[in-house]
């Protein structure tokens, strides 16, 4: 396997439910992020880790909590979420140089229906 | 704060021909990186091409190049020959440098290619 890989595509929950997407790197990079793609807004930083180490966090609510086990692996467990987070949430990684020139690498989302 | 803006939701543009795609932003900062992105049907985002702020010389991959008016704070898109497969919404964004993985994007243009 390349790139960027996310699980699931597509994932329906209820308000009450608990879930995870899961994100895989295969490209050697050290520091992954979470996105929120939201219809008619610009996506959204919501997490950054780098060398396992959460270096950001964008004012994300509790209900959303990231899990970065090693470099290669990023997780966002779900819990009591409300209808207005169904989005598209998308997985990056970069190859930290020190300082970061942005160039990210995206998997291809998970598409998350809260009903 | 810095903002990005993509003032044309929809373009279309026949095949062969030659678009243009615009972008603003607004930044303080002398040193940022500016970016656009492809995001195909499929939804996996990918890096269309970089432009370092404090390079004078328009970037170019191929034929994609960007026309970057510093004091304007403009950084357009050309896509030259247009092909079927440059069918996609297109992310406008900005980040300063040095800042992990915070990119700031607009709210992306959907281009149509007609046959």
């Known amino acids: 396997e390349t790139g960027v890989t996310q699980t699931p595509r597509h994932l329906v929950m209820g308000m009450t439910n608990k879930k995870s997407l899961k994100c895989e790197q295969h490209?050697?990079?050290?520091?992954m992020y979470w996105y929120k793609q939201s219809a008619k807004k610009p996506l959204e930083l919501m997490f950054v880790?780098?060398?396992?180490?959460?270096?950001e966090n964008n004012s994300v609510p509790s209900r959303f909590s990231p899990e970065c086990p090693n470099s290669s692996h990023l997780f966002l467990h779900l819990h009591t979420l409300q209808p207005e987070d169904s989005a598209l949430y998308l997985c990056?990684?970069?190859?930290?140089?020190?300082?970061?020139?942005?160039?990210?690498?995206f998997g291809e989302g998970s598409r998350l229906t809260v009903l | 704060a810095q903002t990005v803006t993509q003032s044309q939701p929809e373009m279309s543009v026949q095949e062969a021909e030659t678009v243009t795609l615009s972008c603003t932003y607004d930044?303080?900062?002398?040193?940022?990186?500016l970016f656009w992105y492809k995001q195909p049907p499929s939804r996996q985002m990918i890096l269309v091409i970089r432009q370092e702020a404090y390079k004078q010389q328009n970037a170019t991959e191929n034929r994609f190049s960007v026309n970057f008016q510093k004091a304007a704070k403009s950084f357009s898109l050309k896509i030259s020959d247009s092909q079927l497969g440059d069918a996609a919404m297109y992310f406008c964004?900005?980040?300063?440098?040095?800042?992990?993985?915070?990119?700031?994007f607009g709210k992306g243009t959907k281009l149509s290619v007609k046959p």
């Open positions: 880790y780098n060398f396992k180490e959460q270096t």
């Open positions: 964004a900005y980040i300063r440098g040095g800042s992990q993985g915070n990119l700031i």
């Open positions: 990056a990684s970069s190859q930290d140089k020190g300082i970061n020139t942005g160039e990210l690498f």
């Open positions: 490209l050697g990079h050290n520091a």
């Open positions: 930044t303080s900062e002398s040193d940022y990186y």
